[in-house]
Nanobody, 122 residues
């Protein structure tokens, strides 16, 4: 199983980025997918999740209204659209996959991508 995250970069506050995560080696449409992030000196935290068919999404409060998770099962890819970015969004962002429905704990995710850096300057 491989999850390849991309799309990170450096932006100014208020800017936007779109992260992508391409999956291979698993039946992608059978997996709940999530995005997590980890800032220096902090624990990895759940950001957003999407159910296998994309019918339901979950977000942590600090990204509601700014971030949108989506997926394209024909391309085995999950996305994280990030708008109105803030300096506190600076972190390494990881995509992850699990068979557990609507999971939000990192301990519940079996597969992880390598992470992509997002840096937001004020």
């Amino acid at each position: 199983v491989q999850l390849q995250a991309s799309g990170g970069g450096s932006v100014q506050a208020g800017g936007s980025l779109r992260l992508s995560c391409a999956a291979s080696g698993l039946t992608f449409s059978g997996y709940n997918m999530g995005w997590f992030r980890q800032a220096p000196g902090k624990d990895r935290e759940f950001v957003a999740g999407i159910t296998p068919e994309g019918h339901y999404t979950d977000y942590k409060d600090f990204v509601k209204g700014r971030f949108t998770i989506s997926r394209d099962n024909t391309k085995n890819t999950v996305f994280l659209h990030m708008n109105n970015l803030k300096p506190e969004d600076t972190a390494v962002y990881y995509c992850a996959g699990t068979t557990l429905y609507r999971a939000q704990s990192s301990l519940q995710y079996a597969y992880w991508g390598q992470g992509t850096q997002v840096t937001v300057s004020s």
